[in-house]
Each structure stands twice: as C-alpha cells, then as structure tokens.
C-alpha cells in the first residue's frame, strides 16, 4: 500500500507521476521488508553502534536506488526536481529540515580511479545502470544546482571518491563498503553541521 499525503489530490500529473515511481520502485525492491528486519537486527543489538550506521547506510542507498529507476521509467529530471522542492517545502512547513543528496556512483565519468577489484566486481561495462547513471546524473546535478537556488538543502557528493583511490564499491550498483559509507557520512555531517550553524533560513 502506497499511502500519500492528504493534498496529492491536487497534485499536477507529473509530480504525481514522480512520486508513484519512486514509491513503487521501493515495493519492487522490497525495502519495507528488508529495512523492517534491518531495524529489528539493530534494535536487538543496540548496542552496536556500526549496526545504526550500517542502517542508515541502506535507508540512503535504497532512495538513490529509487531515485536513479525513476530517471530510468523517464520521469525527466526538472519534473523530478519540482517535487523535490515541493518536498522541501513540505518538511519545512512542519519545522523539519529537508536535506537532499546526490550519491556517488561508479558509473559517474571519472568520479573515482577504480581498482582492480572494482572493476572486476563493481564495473560492468554492460549494465542497465551504467547508461542511466551517465545520461542522468549531469542532468540531476544541474537540477541540484537549481534546487539550491530555490532554499532545498542540496549537496552533489557524486565526487566525494575522486580523490580515493582505495577499493570502495563492493558491487554493480552503487553500493560501497564500510570505509565508503564512513566517507559519506563525514561529508554529510559536515553539510549538515555547516546548516545547522547558519543563520536560521
């Protein structure tokens, strides 16, 4: 079930459009269930604090995941970046601050100097994804930029590796090991942490 807020009524169809394949992208994915049992292996081991990053290292990855099958349905990325903002505006009606941003991904062209290891396991020269990614992430990270203009809190970490020439992706579709997430999550802290300290928007 696919519960949606109590405005989508009036919802143009092409953020409608966007939200649906988002949304569905994640029942085919089956990330209720997977993050259900993810959240119930933390709470029975709560006391481990690489457990809760780990969890939060899929709750990321799953909406890039998502995000990355709706470019691929062709949901265009200024429609996409429309519902972003309306998002935004969303979370921030309800005192929540909304922060957006754009995972790295071996496909991105010279995002990072791969290893051997990754390219035998984490590059496929063939995969669906290779081909969306190289279409779609120029068009987001323009749409980024625009979002920035419009007060969403978006930061483009489809760089963050480039100056890592460390293995990091562990399999064809985008996902990184531990040093990898750890990475991210230094670079998301400071995105946040330099919000946090400006001036309230």
């Known amino acids: 079930m696919i519960v949606l807020p109590a405005d989508s009524e009036g919802w143009p169809d092409d953020r409608l459009s966007s939200v649906l394949a988002h949304e569905i992208a994640h029942v085919c994915r089956y990330d209720v ?116 203009g419009l007060g969403v809190r978006f930061t483009d970490l489809s760089a963050a590796f480039k100056d890592h020439p460390e293995p990091l992706y562990i399999d064809s579709c985008c996902h990184v090991n531990e040093r990898g997430n750890a990475i991210l999550a230094d670079l998301m802290f400071q995105a946040m942490s330099s919000d946090l300290a400006a001036p309230q928007r």
Not at 40 to 55: D, E
Not at 56 to 67: F, I, K, Q, S, Y
Not at 71 to 99: C, D, H, Q
């Open 33 to 148: 269930l997977i993050q259900s049992a993810a959240y119930l292996v933390c709470a029975l081991f709560w006391f481990a604090p690489p457990l809760w990053l780990a969890y939060a290292a899929l709750l990321r990855e799953a909406e890039t995941c998502c995000d990355q099958r709706v470019v691929e349905m062709g949901v265009y990325a200024p429609e996409y970046a429309r519902t972003i903002v309306e998002l935004a505006r969303l979370a921030g009606s309800n005192g929540i601050r909304y922060y957006h941003f754009l995972q790295p991904n071996q496909y991105v062209v010279d995002s990072k100097p791969l290893t051997a290891t990754e390219r035998a396991e984490a590059w496929v020269p063939t995969h669906p994804y290779r081909r969306a990614v190289e279409t779609a992430y120029p068009a987001l990270a323009r749409a980024g930029q625009g979002l920035r």
